[in-house]
């Protein structure tokens, strides 16, 4: 008898995982006791299950006042899950149930979490997963005595836990909505010590697993960290610090001072897949609402819980254009040579980014007669899995949000993992093809 058994590659498996997640939050959400009145439709629980997977914070309902209980209870769960990834919440249980890991699956699982090499995967996923409970926890203890002092003390003490998992998963849904719908976090606009602490959440999210564990091993001396720390931990004060003037600058009139620097800050912070609001960006200048979208692309740092083409992504660009003008051979980052393959990559996927979003804002932008940057920010915010909005997402058609939809699933699992899943075997060449040069710029 013939036996036939399909193997799936490490790229398959991941689109799979979250395909499923996706479709058993779906089902949860659709459950008459899910939604406050009557039972939600399909697609509201299919775009909600996308983006809390996807920990994008895109909403077509507000989160608060149409959800349940339970119905934010699965929201929170799906970003727990979405922001640690599907494969490596398996394998904790997987861990739980004593069961042996094979070597399959830690390569599984080393793609999952970008991990350098599968030796010790399994420690770092523990102490990954340790880190994650233990600093979401902190998080809600240290804004719980807002909440409960706002909301009392069961429902302050679960807007704390869900708002505290939402910012450190960079899923940007809130529970504010009680005060105006689709409101995000604007009444605490003048409140330093919440956005402090979602901050702090936010960043710590973003910076990615691989380099808490480099900051856990050799504490403050940076200069033992590994070279791709070092870039993240640049390259995210360096996109924190000059958004945040440009906005103080221009974008923020009509405020004291002290709350001018607290939200230029939070905005430059946020814009990078977090999706927390504490001011009317449907009031800022086109140039104020660009750089956000450049942000949004760039997202956060790779094997973290945020999403978007990645800090190091951007500093191999910006590195490789700084060699060709100084017309040095390498790309170079801390006097480090980068692989020509990293530099192409580099290249595949802030093309694919940013043609896969400028292209999805001019279709939607004709469907939907709206302004072309409007509907561009808004694709941007969904492939950047940030969940910003200028307040057109739930006023959207059904073919619009679809699109919004598989922008979403492409930023969580990533332009080129899709890509890889398709293509599953390698092309192999058996001679090498004659070279010819053509004319650049």
């Known amino acids: 008898m013939y036996h036939f058994r399909k193997q799936f590659t490490s790229a398959q498996i991941i689109l799979l995982s979250y395909a499923v997640l996706i479709c058993i939050g779906c089902l949860l959400l659709m459950l008459p006791w899910a939604a406050q009145q ?113 909301f009392g003390m069961l429902q302050g003490i679960w807007y704390a836990l869900f708002h505290s998992v939402s910012a450190f998963c960079n899923a940007g849904f809130d529970l504010m909505g009680i005060y105006t719908p689709y409101a995000s976090l604007t009444i605490f606009a003048d409140n330093a010590y919440v956005l402090s602490i979602i901050m702090c959440l936010i960043i710590i999210g973003g910076i990615g697993f691989l380099t808490w564990e480099d900051v856990r091993i050799h504490k403050h001396h940076i200069h033992r960290y590994t070279m791709q720390s070092k870039v993240i931990l640049f390259c995210t004060v360096l996109l924190i610090i000059c958004p ?82 100084r017309q040095k051979k390498d790309t170079q980052i801390f006097y480090r040579r980068i692989a020509e393959q990293t530099v192409r990559t580099a290249f595949s996927i802030a093309f694919l980014y940013f043609m896969l979003s400028a292209v999805s804002g001019a279709i939607i932008s004709q469907i939907e007669q709206l302004p072309l940057l409007t509907c561009w920010f808004e694709t941007a915010s969904a492939l950047g899995t940030v969940g910003l909005s200028l307040g057109i997402t739930h006023e959207l058609n059904i073919f619009s949000k679809c699109i919004l939809i598989i922008l979403m699933y492409i930023g969580r699992v990533g332009s080129l993992t899709l890509i890889f899943s398709a293509v599953s075997k390698k092309l192999t060449y058996h001679a090498t093809l004659p070279q010819e040069n053509i004319t650049i710029g």
């Open 38 to 150: 009557g039972k939600a439709p399909f697609f509201d629980a299919l775009f909600t299950a996308v983006s809390a997977s996807c920990v994008t914070g895109l909403i077509v309902q507000d989160t608060a006042t149409y959800w349940s209980f339970f119905g934010q209870a699965v929201i929170l769960l799906l970003i727990q899950i979405g922001g640690l990834g599907v494969i490596t919440v398996a394998m904790l249980f997987t861990q739980l149930a004593r069961k042996t890991i094979s070597l399959k699956q830690q390569s599984i699982l080393q793609d999952a979490i970008t991990a350098p090499q599968v030796g010790d995967i399994i420690r770092l996923t523990g102490f990954v997963v340790k880190t994650t409970l233990f600093l979401e926890l902190l998080g809600a203890i240290l804004l719980a005595p807002v909440f409960c002092s706002e």
């Open 244 to 325: 945040a003037l440009y906005f103080f600058r221009f974008e923020l009139p009509g405020i004291t001072f002290a709350e001018r620097c607290l939200n230029a800050l939070f905005q430059a912070i946020t814009a990078r897949t977090a999706g927390f609001n504490t001011i009317d960006l449907t009031k800022w200048n086109d140039a104020g609402l660009l750089i956000m979208i450049f942000l949004m692309l760039i997202g956060g740092a790779p094997g973290s819980t945020a999403g978007g083409m990645k800090t190091t992504t951007c500093a191999v660009l910006a590195s490789t254009l700084l060699a060709v003008l």
